[in-house]
């Protein structure tokens, strides 16, 4: 096994957001509009960073930097392979593109006085997310969980009406309870192996998973893991959250919040435990297989019932996030695939959704599904690029939906579960319902009274450009999926290769 390299990319993705997280607010000092720049910026420049580090990953294999000098297992690493590689390039791809939408959006929802805070805190939460994506040390990333979650809470708290303070108080709740069961999960694992590093971890702990101890702390992960991720029944502080939050941090969240919690989860059930304890020592796949076709099934009808735009697309959120635990728990290498491909479409699907919907609060200040009628002759290519991510949410071939939903059934039939396909197909049907519904509004119903008096024109191309770019990519990465897919293979073969 070749010696992983040493470099200092990984820190510069979390010093450089960091370090801008605290100088953004003196920066707007000199001029308001440098907070806003200042995020543009450094979200551009983390995602070259990330994608010239997966470049190095894919050339030469893991790569690490060791902070202070310390060689691990006594000092913090942060280690990227291809599994983080690629959720790296995820994270800062789309905070380049909500940071570059967020500059009008803001303008339009948030008090002039409390735009440097914003930016503050939505670099927070970045350097957050990609700290929990980079690290190797596991209470390191208790930390980052930690910085990104409060200025989550504080950035959906910053919503335009009081229920986002109701939302964000009761994400904190839930949030708090998660990240305590996350951290004493940890405590234990220290108590028995003296060690915190990961790959540390992953060595130490097989002749311990008997132990009680052990079989402690990983539930008080999985259950922590699951809350943070909003996994059914444990979602019900997502719809709110995203309902409420300002439209730029509804998409970042979306798009971002629960794809991390998924990598983190990923990373603890597969590569700090071996695949072999998920699937004979504690019965949990099984357990959680369960849990996503509920969620799958559950979010897509609660969805149905929805009136207001951003909650229907909450409410999706949770069957989706199903569709990327069920791939992983099949624990073979084509679910996985699957699961992994679905973290980036969905990311991708989502983030288009929400900025569209950002759009139309922007322009026309429609929130009701009902209230969409007509829209389509109003703002046309905002309304094609909602299209072209619903269809992708429905799994439409030659879109990225469709990429995630092959190989997911593929997975499940190597499983020899081909009783998943039932829900995998009744899932799609019922995105079918609620999006043909909002399709069907928005071309051929007469425009709603909230309309009459808007005039037919776009968003300024600050919004335009970066929905009409995700939206692209479910189409490009819907028609040539190699790229993502062969990426998201290796990634498997690195999280399941010694499951059989």
Not at 88 to 114: H, P, Q
Not at 181 to 193: D, K
Not at 431 to 436: D, E, L, P
Request: glycine letters at 8%.
């Amino acid at each position: 096994m070749n010696e992983p390299q040493l470099t200092p990319l990984p820190l510069l993705l979390v010093f450089i957001p960091l370090a801008s997280a605290v100088m953004t607010p003196l920066l707007a000092r000199i001029h308001r509009s440098l907070a806003a720049l200042t995020a543009q910026v450094v979200t551009a420049v983390s995602f070259v960073l990330a994608c010239v580090l997966l470049d190095r990953v894919a050339e030469v294999g893991r790569v690490v930097y060791w902070l202070g000098n310390w060689e691990p297992p006594f000092g913090i690493e942060y280690s990227v392979d291809m599994l983080n590689g690629i959720v790296l390039v995820l994270v800062s791809f789309i905070g380049v593109v909500v940071s570059v939408f967020a500059r009008e959006s803001v303008a339009s929802e948030i008090d002039e006085e409390k735009h440097p805070f914003f930016y503050a805190m939505f670099l927070l939460l970045f350097t957050g997310s990609m700290g929990i994506v980079v690290t190797g040390d596991i209470f390191n990333l208790y930390v980052f969980v930690e910085i990104s979650s409060l200025s989550g809470y504080t950035l959906i708290a910053m919503g335009r009406n009081r229920e986002a303070l109701t939302a964000s108080y009761n994400y904190l709740i839930l949030g708090t309870i998660g990240a305590t069961f996350i951290l004493l999960g940890i405590g234990h694992l220290y108590m028995m192996t003296g060690t915190l590093n990961m790959a540390d971890l992953a060595k130490l702990l097989p002749p311990l998973y008997k132990s009680r101890v052990i079989l402690t702390a990983f539930a008080l992960f999985t259950v922590g893991l699951s809350i943070k991720l909003a996994l059914f029944p444990l979602h019900v502080w997502m719809p709110n959250a995203y309902t409420h939050a300002p439209s730029a941090v509804s998409s970042l969240l979306a798009a971002t919040g629960t794809k991390v919690a998924a990598y983190v989860l990923l990373r603890v059930m597969f590569t700090v435990f071996h695949p072999n304890f998920d699937l004979n020592v504690i019965p949990v796949t099984r357990i959680l297989l369960v849990l996503a076709s509920i969620a799958i099934l559950a979010g897509s009808m609660l969805a149905i019932a929805q009136t207001n735009l951003k909650r229907m697309l909450a409410y999706s959120s949770v069957g989706q996030i199903g569709y990327i635990v069920l791939g992983a728990m099949l624990v073979n290498r084509t679910g996985m695939t699957g699961a992994l491909v679905h973290i980036v479409n969905h990311a991708l699907m989502k983030g288009t959704l929400f900025l569209a919907a950002g759009a139309i609060v922007y322009k026309t200040g429609v929130e009701t599904v009902e209230g969409l009628k007509g829209m389509g002759r109003k703002m046309p290519v905002t309304m094609a690029a909602f299209t072209v991510a619903a269809l992708s949410m429905v799994g439409v071939p030659l879109t990225v939906g469709f990429v995630s939903k092959w190989y997911l059934a593929l997975g499940a039939l190597d499983a020899g579960m081909w009783y998943l396909l039932v829900v995998i197909l009744a899932s799609s049907g019922l995105n079918a319902i609620y999006f043909w519904r909002v399709v069907d509004w928005i071309y051929f119903a007469r425009p709603s009274k909230e309309l009459e008096s808007v005039p037919a024109g776009e968003v300024p191309w600050s919004m335009l450009v970066p929905t009409i770019v995700t939206a692209g990519l479910c189409i490009l990465l819907g028609v040539q999926a190699d790229l993502p897919v062969s990426l998201a293979e290796q990634a498997a073969g690195l999280l399941v290769g010694g499951a059989h």
